[in-house]
Nanobody
């Protein structure tokens, strides 16, 4: 059972930056795709970014391209989401997710989830 723990959320003003972290419990995630999703109040959970462990492939939602960067630290089993130029519309609970194999963009394709961390961007 893979356990994921997110951290790094908070309240910031528009234009600021935040870095989210997701620590995974097992080294077996070496063959997993790790992703960030977000869910705003009244909206469906949506894909933000993902990265593979073995060969560092990445994928981003159009809404965050050029502003967010996903990266990983293999030694720490940790994935990061660097969020720059934050906008009020980025406000949401951000979730880390993991799945064996390739990157997918639907929440239903990820069996493992963290508890979420709140990001609030004020205008």
């Amino acid at each position: 059972q893979v356990q994921l723990v997110e951290s790094g959320g908070g309240l910031v003003q528009a234009g600021a930056s935040l870095r989210l972290s997701c620590a995974a419990s097992e080294r077996t995630v070496g063959s997993y795709a790790m992703a960030w999703f977000r869910q705003a109040p009244g909206k469906e959970r949506e894909f933000v970014a993902a990265i593979t462990w073995g060969v560092s492939r990445t994928s981003y939602a159009d809404s965050v391209k050029g502003r967010f960067t996903i990266s990983r630290d293999n030694a720490r089993n940790t994935v990061y989401l660097q969020m720059n130029s934050l906008k009020p519309e980025d406000t949401a609970v951000y979730y880390c997710a993991a799945r064996p194999g390739a990157i997918m963009v639907l929440p239903s394709q990820y069996p493992y989830w963290g508890q979420g961390t709140q990001v609030t961007v004020s205008s």
